[in-house]
């Protein structure tokens, strides 16, 4: 309990009237642009991360904080009431809960999303308080050599888990370290892939690449596959939660948090996995089978539960050794860098009141979520039906006014215009976009680490597995690239080339994905054959 009372302080800190006022704008904000159409949270945080850079850095993390779970918190309505997750770790929440929608109960639905949402936040921000310390003290003794290995495993979990072909993920991430590259060489101080523009000496700024490839890659292929007609929303119908509903969803909120936080906790975590086990854990635990498939409310509290443990899980790897394992996370990773914080073991010892009230601000900004955004679930509601082209024309508008206000540079608007066709072709040929944000960050971190391993062993390449650390780590990430190949030729079963690179099905015609790695919507095709 050592971190009590550094967490003390960071409450004190985050409860003064202007961070409380931070912290509800930040949840405000996170919730009503995550509730949109087809946006999920990693959008979210890069369309809203521009407006976070006017503020001083304490108050811009816990409106960030806010950000955070507000749009995690949105994903969840969308989901629900118009059955289109807004990332793949959703998926689950549309499969039962657009269900429970359909049948009358989607109050209930949300409620249980609600609840289990604090429940899950709530328990996992307390463990991140208590192992980010212990996880710091095992990092010091980290080497380069180290890092670069946990570099590479953190590549491979988020090319092969964030998008249906690893190959395909593989590229995606291939182009974010290529984006990586372009700037001033730290260590030969040369340029590279400049193109003799001054403005790119130092390098890409991630905030225009990350909202070029969300939002505008996002709007792009929206507007190209745009039908007309309103969007189909479910009303919102039925009792809030019966005690019946409470009783079943307890069990599945706190079994929901037990896989959620270990498994974004990884270096290699992250959301899907933990949400997917959580619900067959369900589906196998219920004493209501027959329920599945047709709206069981354990199908939405325990993936509910597992998606919000998860997020406050990413945040271990990310602030004690620096390494982003999902795409929001790569975006706070960017939030922090804007601000000349690099996060890793370090960061608790120079920037210490800082982290502890981020840490604060996300228990306050997980308990406003409950109070304000239960009673305000109509006004919710009332933004999932604003037409879809007046909503992706708004989301082009702020993204670009958002990326000139950062370095107010017209290149930017010329990276941004780019980069968003970019974004755009990388959906319509099934590439995750998250892969490219990670490598873009993570791809100098990793390059940094491994020119120092190399200068401190005269060039050695040993140096990489010379530790039991980076040995593990290195053939756990080589597993978890061929080991599904291998498991299907170990079982007689060629792998198919879907699995291994096309990423598409057996007719060849390619998986249309959305802006967040998964299908725009997951429920029953339109019979018109046109996507949203």
Not at 29 to 42: C, D, F, N
Not at 160 to 171: E, M, Q
Not at 266 to 277: H, M, R, S, V, W
Not at 293 to 310: K, L, S, T
């Amino acid at each position: 309990m050592g971190s009590l009372p550094e967490l003390l302080d960071g409450f004190a800190s985050a409860i003064t009237p202007l961070n409380l006022l931070f912290a509800l704008l930040g949840v405000l904000l996170g919730t009503a642009v995550g509730v949109l159409p087809g946006i999920g949270p990693a959008m979210t945080v890069a369309l809203l991360l521009p407006v976070t850079y006017v503020l001083e850095p304490t108050s811009a993390l816990i409106m960030f904080a806010g950000i955070y779970y507000g749009g995690m918190y949105g994903g969840s309505t969308t989901s629900i009431l118009l059955n289109t997750p807004g990332e793949s770790s959703s998926i689950m929440t549309a499969l039962e809960g657009n269900k429970m929608a359909k049948a009358g109960r989607g109050a209930a639905a949300l409620g249980t999303a609600a609840i289990g949402s604090f429940v899950a936040g709530t328990i996992a921000t307390l463990l991140l308080a208590l192992v980010a310390p212990t996880v710091v003290e095992l990092a010091i003794g980290i080497t380069p050599a180290d890092y670069f290995a946990l570099a590479v495993i953190a590549f491979v979990a988020v090319a092969t888990v964030l998008g249906a072909s690893p190959l395909r993920g593989l590229a995606s991430l291939g182009v974010g370290l290529y984006l990586g590259l372009v700037g001033t060489d730290l260590i030969s101080g040369q340029e590279r892939f400049t193109l003799g523009v001054p403005q790119l000496a130092d390098g890409l700024d991630v905030v225009v690449v990350a909202v070029a490839l969300f939002a505008v890659g996002e709007a792009l292929y929206v507007a190209s596959r745009l039908r007309r007609g309103p969007v189909e929303v479910m009303a919102m119908q039925g009792r809030f939660m019966t005690g019946q509903d409470l009783r079943r969803s307890w069990a599945p909120w706190l079994r929901g948090t037990a896989l959620g936080f270990p498994f974004g906790a990884l270096p290699a975590g992250g959301a899907e996995i933990p949400t997917f086990l959580s619900y067959a854990a369900e589906r196998k635990l219920t004493k209501h089978p027959e329920e599945f498939g047709h709206g069981a409310i354990e199908g939405v509290a325990g993936p509910e539960a597992a998606n919000n443990a998860a997020a406050a899980g990413v945040l271990v790897p990310l602030l004690t050794l620096g390494l982003p394992t999902s795409a929001t996370a790569a975006i706070l990773l960017a939030a922090f860098q804007g601000y000349g914080i690099q996060p890793g073991p370090a960061l608790l010892t120079t920037e210490g009141p800082l982290v502890w009230t981020l840490i604060a601000s996300l228990f306050i900004g997980n308990t406003m979520l409950l109070v304000l955004n239960l009673p305000l679930a109509g006004v919710w509601v009332k933004l999932l039906r604003i037409p879809r082209p007046y909503l992706y024309a708004g989301i082009l508008m702020f993204a670009s006014l958002g990326c000139y206000a950062v370095n107010a540079d017209p290149l930017d608007l010329v990276i941004l215009l780019l980069l968003g066709v970019l974004g755009f072709f990388m959906r319509r040929y099934g590439w995750p976009v998250a892969p490219a944000v990670i490598g873009l960050i993570l791809g100098p971190v990793a390059e940094n680490n491994l020119r120092r391993a190399l200068a401190i062993s005269d060039g050695d390449l040993g140096v990489l597995v010379e530790t039991w650390f980076s040995r593990i780590v290195l053939l756990l990430a080589l597993v978890a690239l061929v080991g599904p190949i291998v498991l299907r030729v170990v079982r007689g079963q060629r792998p198919s080339p879907s699995e291994v690179g096309a990423g598409a099905p057996a007719t060849g015609r390619p998986q249309h994905r959305s802006g967040t790695d998964e299908p725009a919507e997951v429920g029953t095709p339109r019979r018109d054959g046109r996507d949203d």
